[in-house]
């Protein structure tokens, strides 16, 4: 399924993403060094035990859906986010994990739909059936990339649940908008609040499209997107919304997050993943693995293409690629 790749990388950091994120990566990989070598007591394996409160979740592992690169230590998954509701940089992780409260969690389903319902997410998760985990590449807009275990279920079992009428086209999705759970709601009042995302009809009942409600075999952690995000790996990471209370089915395209902020300019509506095609302020062609630090070749489609090219024939006329 994904195409593989041989290692024979060369390391080159920090040349194309932001400085930074550069230095964020580089304190990272020096907080790992120190807590190994201090027997594992700094601030970051604190953090990661104030995480042992979510709870388990056994979820089958679906085979089809497997990787060619190791899995990302979850200490990493879990201290390195993007998650602007609680700053515009990556160390949000004590600030989500003390102040996001993850349930109860009511989430409702509107729009074109035959079936809204307002209902809580574990009464969502009960309606959709099984859960299942499937290993998933996550690559960021800026150059660096994951891997990750996520336990959901498909888009497809939400869009099945809601019974969109024939006029729906796409599924707009939106974080919650609380600026005493998470205090960059209030000091960044210049972004545009809620967090917004959308994909077409056609990805959403793509086989691909994931509905996030654990990781590492636990409820996802609210760096993550507690307690349910989407993984659309063959995206850009913005696309991937945490955190949702509102799935809303639409005849028009809903505009993003990203894409009102940058005015489509640097984020579009479809963000695939494509090597060829830079960032009006990065090349795009290879990406940093978080943990390794390696850098390697990104791949079209972030390597599904397999699965979702068919979704674009047509339309290649738009901005598809960023
Ligand atoms: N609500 C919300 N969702 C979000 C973001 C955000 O800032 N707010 N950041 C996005 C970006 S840019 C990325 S790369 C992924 C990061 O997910 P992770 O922190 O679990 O790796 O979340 C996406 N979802
Ligand atoms: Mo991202």
């Avoid at 545009?192 to 990805?203: D, H, K």
Wanted: glycine content about 8%; proline content about 6%; some cysteine.
């Amino acid at each position: 399924m994904l195409i593989q790749s041989k290692p024979s990388w060369t390391i080159r950091e920090g040349q194309e993403t932001p400085e930074s994120i550069y230095m964020n990566r580089r304190s990272l990989m020096k907080g790992f060094a120190g807590a190994l070598a201090a027997g594992c007591v700094g601030g970051l394996s604190a953090r990661v035990f104030a995480q042992e409160g979510r709870a388990r979740l056994d979820a089958p592992r679906n085979e089809a859906y497997r990787l060619d690169r190791e899995l990302t230590p979850e200490e990493v998954n879990l201290t390195y986010n993007n998650f602007y509701e609680f700053g515009a940089h990556k160390r949000i992780s004590g600030n989500a994990e003390s102040n996001l409260v993850p349930r109860p969690w009511t989430v409702e389903i509107d729009g074109l739909v035959n079936t809204p319902m307002t209902l809580d997410v574990d009464e969502l998760i009960a309606k959709v059936g099984g859960l299942e985990e499937r290993l998933y590449r996550l690559r960021c807009v800026e150059a660096w990339s994951m891997t990750v275990p996520w336990i959901g279920f498909p888009v497809s079992a939400l869009v099945n649940l809601a019974d969109p009428l024939s006029g729906a086209k796409y599924l707009r999705m939106e974080t919650f908008n609380d600026a005493d759970m998470a205090n960059g709601i209030r000091s960044q009042p210049w972004y545009p609040w809620p967090y917004v995302e959308g994909m077409s009809m056609a990805e959403a009942n793509n086989e691909l499209a994931f509905m996030v409600v654990g990781a590492y075999g636990k409820q996802v952690s609210n760096s993550m997107g507690a307690p349910i995000r989407l993984h659309l790996p063959w995206k850009y990471g913005f696309k991937s919304i945490k955190s949702i209370v509102r799935f809303t089915f639409t005849e028009e395209r809903p505009v993003s997050f990203w894409e009102e902020i940058s005015d489509g300019r640097e984020y579009g509506f479809w963000a695939n993943v494509n090597p060829e095609v830079p960032h009006p302020r990065w090349s795009q062609a290879t990406e940093t693995v978080l943990h390794t630090q390696e850098r390697v070749p990104t791949l079209l489609y972030n390597g599904y293409g397999e699965q979702v090219a068919d979704l674009y024939s047509g339309m290649e006329g738009e901005l598809l690629f960023r």
